[in-house]
């Protein structure tokens, strides 16, 4: 067969889709297939706290015809996620349970950053010219009925990326759960939205000039346009055009809107919402033109399955983006960029270095460097409780691209950056404390090179000694390295433990 099938279910807030795409050789992914349910889990979740019966029955009513389906098709794969209303439900591992007795399916949970990321990749490949629509001031907007994702990208490098729950569904739970009346709804919500985007503005916007909107993600208003104004999607349309057409939809009456949307009251309740948000998000960025692809989660599950099967190479370096926010976060905590780029350097050099005695991988090296630029965040908080106040920092930012175990990984890295401190015990919190001894270990190691913050060792060689089971650091410095020489015996025994590694650290004579 010169192509695959591949089968993408999302289990959404409001929405739950099944997409069947044709894959080629060339890396050409097509639509064959897509059908969508409206459920709205959210307001199970985010009114509630759990999915109910009704809902779970329902639900697994749709996964029997889509699990069907899959079958009809003969697909080669398929994935099967589930997003926040199923994520963040007080019974989800219920939810997850039923799904997978009633129908077979293996449904997995998504955290917002991997959704996102997912979303991007949708993005980067079905508009070709990506990395130029980046280079100025762009503002993509990934919403969400549970929240928005607002990443701003400049000279093709991602700036910040921050999630706000302003997500229509979610903004609706909490107004119907307070008691609002209908007459009131639409003025609570733009206070509601008010209020978090002036927060948003004041501490990210500062400095940066949004030319334009990139709108991705799930949202009624694209299908109300899809029905009624499709010449607004997949081309530039000027940002006041958007704020009328907004403006349009929240003067009209519930009656109006249940009419033309139709099948459903539950989309006709968010338009408005969804209208107020978009409204207020060009106004507070300034954004001159607004652009909406219509891409779809499924779509990005689609090129991230094509990518791991090796049937499409992305042209988009995300691991950059990653890195990318990794610095700008650094800055945020204001480290010393000079010591963590040294480390950095030290770390990377290491890592290679015993490539063939590790058992670490490629994406390891990623964590150990985004683990390197932020070892030191925690100083922003505490001088006392570095590593600890730096585990949170870690651990309560998103980063979009790595999934929550690799976030907790990189944490525990930081938690342990002198191999003294290292617990075994804490370690196994993390999932994987072998892995992460590793990834300290190094670490520890890297920065006990640059232990006087000065870069002494810029020109230093790294290499492992097979034979004398030795981890030669060859430091070209010809002044006093006392501290580091010290630093390194001191952070040598974890290292040694781990990869059986001796480290041993010279100065190269002079003549």
Partial sequence: MSYKLFGAICLGSVEQELSIYEIRQNGSIRPVERATTVLPLSSDTFGRGRISIESMDALCGILTRYAGALKTYKVDAYKAYATVAIREAENCDIVLDRIKVRTGLNIELISNSEQRYLNYKALAYNEGDFT?????????????????QFSIFDKDALISTENINLGAAKILADLSRARIADNQMIDRAEEM????????????????????????????????????????????????????????IISMKSSELSEILGRTLTYSRLLPIAAIYYKRIIEITGARNLYFPCTDFTDGMAVDYAEKAKLYKGGHNFENDIISESRNMARRYRCNTSHSESVEEYALLIFDAIKKFSGLSKRDRLLLQIAAILHDCGKFVSIKNVDECGYFIVLSTE????SHDERKMIAGVIRFRSSSAFDYELAAKSGDPIRLAKLSAILCLANALDRGHVDKLKDTKVSANEKNMELSILASYNGDLTLEKLSVDENAGLFEEVFGLRPIFRQKKRI
């Fill in 399 to 402: 980063i979009i691209g790595l």
């Fill in 193 to 248: 939205i008010n209020s978090e985007l002036i927060n948003y503005k004041k501490l990210y916007l500062k400095g940066y000039d949004i030319e334009s909107i990139i709108g991705i993600g799930e949202n009624v208003l694209y299908r109300y346009w899809a029905q009624e104004r499709p010449e607004l999607l997949k081309t530039a349309v000027p940002a006041d055009r958007i704020i009328a057409e907004c403006e349009s």
């Fill in 132 to 148: 130029e629509i980046i280079k100025s001031g762009t503002l993509i907007l990934d919403t969400g009925y549970g929240s928005l």
